[in-house]
């Protein structure tokens, strides 16, 4: 039908445009925030562990310590090297340079996302995936502020999307096709071990392809096909090899140092500690297998879970019924691989689960995707019936989209510690969850403190800094206070106390100088003790 076909062709250019459109909105987004976004726990190491790597290459090898560098060598360091390159010539500090790459490494994933989707459904759904996924606030803000496991999530975009295109065109993968698997491969593993687990999608998706085949192909043909798709996929392994070593270069030293890192971190390799969980303080290594499904529901903006699920749905149903190519089906048992498998690994495994969903933001991608798959096939159906049907589609779909829009603006710069309405939001989440477990939130803290003593003309007494006593990340507090400052942790006597709003920060009964609140949470707090003796600051070891 003339007009059906003229009526897609043009919600196709319209969908391709919207998505340049959002890109571009995130990236201006990006631009104007990105010096907003606080230092967590890890920042000063990450920055030192960059700064080894460059020195490791300037160095021409002879500067060794980055194979040694406390564990963070068991680790790909791609964003740390890369943040500690680009901040030679930007001009903006070293922190807020890890801050802009992070926001770019993020938009690429949301590019990659983008490009995913309209792979496996076309430009509909591909750019609704892409908007579900800028309005994700776990990705966003995680983008800004996680050195290891946003690169990671974008790196297995990257990789994922090398996969469905190699199944795609199977068993002959285009030149660009087995180049992007291999950038894939090689930015996973190069960021974390963890990029193992992608094996399986490929597999699997490979597997489907080939036993299906058996079914009216000889086969020796069928084996010919396969032995000719491993043959063309050769040369990812190499370049991906050769991207990993550059990215990590601990883990070529010996063959073995990858399986040496993934024994180690399969172990809890840290002293445990207690985080909130359901209303309880519960110890990490003992978190009930419930911890990630109840974080993903309650977490994940509702329209997300419902269009993802529904996408996941969907794809099972498209796999048990088939009626589609074969190769396709391959590529999105991938994504529904991509989207699963890592939770349900991670259950029946059960390590220690701590820190909310941050180490499994990189299924957050895929499962966008999915639900972008979800959209593009309602509003198919809907196109069945006309304009004003699919009007009302897109309207329902942008309805649900805002409310997570709203909620990350009202949170700014604290987007990723959002829970939906299923939780209450974070009003009511703060006590049954881990909300800033980044600590993120002493910038504007010692902000609103320097900009108290100006205004009042106050000086420390003569011959020494303003002591400030830290119950969060010291370093963090040290670099955002700055040199006119000394930070304490022990009970030496402090002028300030400067506390992040977790359960293991002390409530003083000293006067508040200045709260960081979002939604009447409080995210840290900054207390006068002058006068008075500086108390005990925590309630428990923090994490």
């Known amino acids: 039908m003339p007009g059906a076909r003229s009526a897609k062709s043009f919600a196709d250019r319209v969908a391709d445009a919207l998505a340049i459109v959002v890109l571009l909105t ?15 726990w890890d920042d000063f190491t990450h920055s030192q562990y960059g700064e080894l790597l460059l020195k490791l290459y300037s160095s021409g090898f002879t500067d060794t310590r980055a194979l040694s560098f406390v564990n963070l060598y068991k680790y790909g360091g791609g964003f740390d090297l890369a943040a500690a390159f680009i901040a030679k010539f930007l001009p903006f500090d070293l922190f807020e340079t890890r801050r802009l790459v992070g926001a770019i490494i993020g938009i690429i994933g949301l590019f990659v996302t983008w490009r995913l989707g309209r792979r496996l459904g076309g430009p509909v759904a591909g750019c609704a995936g892409l908007i579900l996924l800028a309005a ?7 983008m800004f502020i996680n050195a290891k496991d946003a690169p990671f999530a974008t790196a297995m975009a990257v990789l994922l999307l090398g996969i469905v295109r190699s199944m795609d065109e199977y068993p002959r993968p285009s030149v660009r096709t087995v180049a992007l698997l291999g950038v894939g491969i090689g930015v996973a593993f190069g960021s974390r071990i963890l990029g193992a687990v992608a094996a399986p999608y490929a597999l699997a998706a490979m597997l489907l392809i080939v036993t299906t085949e058996l079914q009216s192909t000889p086969w020796k043909t069928v084996a010919q096909r396969s032995v000719q798709f491993l ?7 190499a370049l991906g090899y050769l991207i990993m070593g550059f990215l990590w270069p601990w883990s070529v030293i010996s063959p073995l140092n990858p399986l040496d890192a993934a024994e180690y971190f399969d172990k809890f390799f840290e002293k445990p500690w207690k985080e909130l969980f359901e209303g309880k303080l519960i110890w990490v290594p003992q978190m009930p297998i419930t911890y990630l499904p109840h974080l993903f529901a309650l977490k994940l903006p509702i329209v997300m879970l419902v269009f993802g699920l529904i996408g996941l749905v969907g794809i099972i149903v498209t796999l048990v019924r088939g009626g589609i190519a074969l190769n396709r089906r391959g590529a999105l048992l991938a994504l529904a691989l991509a989207s699963l498998l890592p939770i349900v ?3 029946i495994s059960h390590p220690a689960f701590y820190n909310g969903l941050r180490h499994f933001v990189f299924v957050v ?15 198919e159906r809907a196109r069945r019936y006309g304009w004003p049907q699919m009007a009302s589609v897109c309207f329902i779909f942008l309805a649900g989209v805002s409310l997570p829009l709203i909620e990350m603006v009202r949170l700014h710069p604290y987007q990723y510690v959002s829970f939906n ?11 049954n969850f881990m909300l800033d477990y980044w600590g993120v939130a002493f910038k504007q803290a010692a902000e609103e403190l320097k900009v108290r003593l100006k205004n009042s003309a106050e000086h420390p007494p003569a011959g020494r800094k303003w002591i400030v006593a830290i119950c969060g990340p010291q370093l963090a507090a040290q670099q955002v206070l700055g040199p006119e400052f ?58």
């Open 365 to 379: 991608p895929p499962f966008a995707a999915a639900g972008g798959l979800a959209f593009g096939w309602l509003f």
């Open 486 to 543: 000394e930070t304490t942790f022990n009970e030496k006597q402090a002028d300030f106390a400067m506390a992040v709003g977790a359960y293991y920060c002390e409530y003083l009964k000293a006067p508040i100088i200045a709260d960081i609140e979002r939604e009447g949470v409080v995210f840290a707090r900054v207390y006068d003790l002058r006068g008075g003796p500086t108390p005990k600051l925590l309630t428990e070891p923090p994490p």
């Open 345 to 347: 690994l991670a259950i």
């Open 421 to 431: 309405s299923f939780a209450g939001g974070v009003p009511k989440a703060q006590y």
């Open 26 to 40: 995130v990236a201006l987004v990006a631009a104007v925030t990105f010096r907003d976004f606080g230092l967590g």
């Open 136 to 142: 994700c606030p776990l990705f966003f803000g995680h």
């Open 231 to 237: 043959w063309l996929c050769l040369p990812a392994l």
